[in-house]
């Protein structure tokens, strides 16, 4: 509780807990939903903003705010999934790349470089456009994982090398620890805090990901989330047509959020980082 | 020699593993799927409502085989798989049949060059000195200013920035074009109305790729100049009496570079993917739009022509700045 009332003290913490809170509060809102979002023509198409319907209907006859709703929470969900896996990947090549170093080390860093340099979009729009239609949330959140771990993992290998030197190693060792327990019960309380203040980057990463492929009508389309939406008011020519409350929804909600998620990254690495929390206290007081 | 044998033989073996690794997981990862491409290929024909006898897609079975490498073991079609790639044919395109994907591919290849190499080296040299700047006057209103304008930019992604420029510039204040690479009924040539056309129509995507770099840049060089500041030697600088101007552009700037190539050199593969995205928002006749079009059709050769040339791209370019990179670095010069 302490940690968050000084976290809150930091503008861009407040905005970005605000803002995030609101999303979450519409994504619970979807599951009272009196509408079934992947049904559609249940209203009239094309209705402007009015009290019926506070962000307007689309061309597919859908109400846009409860549409929105919907779109928020998978759009979360795919990136929780995302970044919950990569984490576990991360978690582990870091760890073992740490401790046993040598050639094992340098051969999970070689694979982890190459992920970092080799150009992700196209390789995911070859994937996705061959299994296309077939990707449900889970496997979309699976996918973007397999490819949102390099960084992190190297992170988490130069902490757990600095550890590796530490006296409570040899401690552990010599007292008869294995190596299993050793990485796990002293070395990973270490490493969490790293792993929880990549997390919230990972997901808007994924995120992002996830519009882009959406737009490119490469997930399954059925299944509304920020892309789809986005992807089918293109598609409809919406501003073309004029219907700017069915464009804009999904643009002002994304970047709100990848705003609000990549402030509470930095708010909270700075927080984390005592020399800048030093210079932040400075700050406050001129 | 020993600059050979420390600094540019690692430096080739990355290059290659980086290749390798890449080519792998895409001939590996769609294998791991559950789809037969070809009996999905062969459901988008049938839908499309074309009626086909069984032994019309018994032989049509054969030939996708056939173009996608799905023939003899796993093995076997691995091998296949990089002795075309080594050799870079990666067989006829889908949608435009008989042309090669390779034609296609060096038609768009220059568009694609141009934007992103124009945009990549100006939006790194600007945010680099606004960031360095930035970084030095961190105490100024202005700074902080600037700093947060770039934080707010930064982590919107590509397609929707473009998009949102695209309406601003294109629909509502309607002074830029929307789509192309130059006017319809111009034929490309040297003179000068040529090229003002040309600049602008690359005006818009120009700018929404530079926003987003400078504010990239601007943000991680400011972090390096606050770290600089503490060094000694500034210290001293300042005690002897050196000049702001001197201190800021000869001595701080100037160190600060260093770590911001090699950033450049991790991040070219994701300014790749987003001067992807945005060519396909303003239809810019590059690779972008070759890719769009390539999913559009279902074109399975084109997208996976695209994707190996850019892997191959990407990591040459890396190459190029690492082997460069001892000229701007004399330690690794002597070393």
């Not at chain 1, 399954?220 to 089918?232: E, R, S």
């Not at chain 2, 990862?29 to 009626?51: C, F, H, K």
């Not at chain 2, 129509?201 to 943000?219: D, E, F, R």
């Not at chain 2, 000869?250 to 060519?279: C, D, H, W």
Request: proline share 5%; charged share 15%; with cysteine.
């Amino acid at each position: 509780m302490r940690v968050l009332k000084d976290l809150l003290r930091d503008g861009k913490f407040r905005f970005g807990f605000t803002v995030i809170c609101i999303l979450l509060f519409l994504a619970i809102l979807s599951f009272f939903s009196p509408y079934d979002p992947t049904k559609w023509n249940i209203f009239p198409r094309d209705l402007p903003p009015s009290f019926q319907h506070i962000l307007g209907t689309n061309s597919k006859g859908q109400d846009v705010f409860w549409e929105a709703t919907f779109a928020i929470r998978n759009s979360l969900i795919i990136s929780v999934i995302a970044a919950l896996f990569s984490r576990i990947i991360a978690i582990i090549v870091g760890l073992v790349a740490g401790y046993l170093g040598g050639r094992v080390d340098r051969f999970l860093m070689s694979i982890s470089d190459s992920f970092l340099i080799l150009p992700l979009l196209p390789i995911l729009i070859l994937i996705s456009s061959l299994i296309k239609g077939h990707l449900s949330l889970f496997s979309l959140g699976i996918l973007l994982g397999i490819f949102g771990w390099p960084w992190d993992a190297r992170l988490i290998r130069a902490q757990v090398l600095s550890l590796r030197e530490r006296e409570f190693t040899y401690t552990s060792i010599l007292s008869g620890y294995s190596t299993i327990n050793l990485v796990i019960k002293e070395y990973l309380p270490f490493v969490l805090p790293l792993v929880f203040s990549t997390v919230i980057n990972n997901m808007g990463w994924s995120i992002g990901l996830e519009v882009t492929l959406s737009i490119l009508g490469l997930s399954n389309l059925a299944i509304p989330t920020l892309g789809t939406t986005l992807h089918w008011a293109i598609n409809y020519q919406a501003m073309l047509l004029g219907i700017w409350w069915w464009l804009l929804t999904p643009i002002v909600i994304s970047v709100l959020l990848f705003i609000s998620l990549y402030l509470l990254s930095v708010s909270i690495s700075e927080y984390s980082d005592p020399r800048t929390r030093i210079q932040r206290i400075g700050i406050a007081k001129e | 020699m020993n600059f050979v044998r420390r600094y540019l033989i690692p430096r080739l073996i990355s290059y290659f593993l980086v290749i390798f690794v890449g080519i792998t997981i895409v001939f590996i990862v769609p294998r791991l799927s559950p789809i037969d491409p070809v009996q999905q290929m062969i459901n988008t024909i049938t839908t499309m409502g074309t009626y086909m006898d069984p032994q019309a897609i018994e032989k049509l079975t054969e030939t996708l085989k056939d173009l996608y490498g799905l023939r003899g073991s796993l093995w076997q079609q691995y091998l296949n798989f990089l002795g075309r790639f080594i050799k870079g044919d990666f067989g006829p395109s889908f949608f435009r049949f008989p042309v090669p994907v390779s034609k296609l591919i060096a038609d768009s290849l220059p568009w694609t060059v141009g934007l992103l190499s124009v945009s990549t080296f100006l939006s790194w040299l600007i945010g680099n000195i606004l960031g360095g700047i930035c970084g030095f006057f961190y105490q100024k209103k202005w700074a902080r200013f600037l700093e947060n304008t770039a934080m707010v930019i930064r982590p919107i992604p590509y397609y929707i920035f473009a998009l949102i420029l695209l309406l601003i510039f294109g629909y509502f204040l309607k002074i830029l074009p929307i789509a192309g690479g130059f006017s319809i009924g111009t034929t490309p040539s040297f003179s000068l109305r040529f090229i003002a056309d040309l600049v602008k129509y690359a005006l818009l995507p120009l700018l929404s790729m530079m926003t987003l770099g400078i504010a990239v840049t601007l943000q991680s060089m400011r972090l390096i100049v606050q770290n600089i500041l503490r060094e000694d030697f500034i210290v001293f600088a300042k005690a002897g009496g050196v000049k702001n101007r001197t201190l800021l552009f000869k001595y701080v700037i100037r160190n600060a570079m260093l770590p911001q190539i090699t950033g450049l050199a991790l991040s070219m593969g994701q300014i790749f993917g987003g001067a992807l995205i945005t060519e396909i928002v303003f239809s810019y006749p590059g690779m972008g739009t070759l890719l769009y079009n390539a999913i559009n059709t279902g074109d399975y050769n084109l997208i996976m022509g695209i994707t190996a040339i850019s892997i191959v791209g990407i990591a040459t370019f890396i190459l190029i700045i690492d082997l460069l990179y001892p000229l701007f670095d004399p330690r690794i010069r002597y070393r």
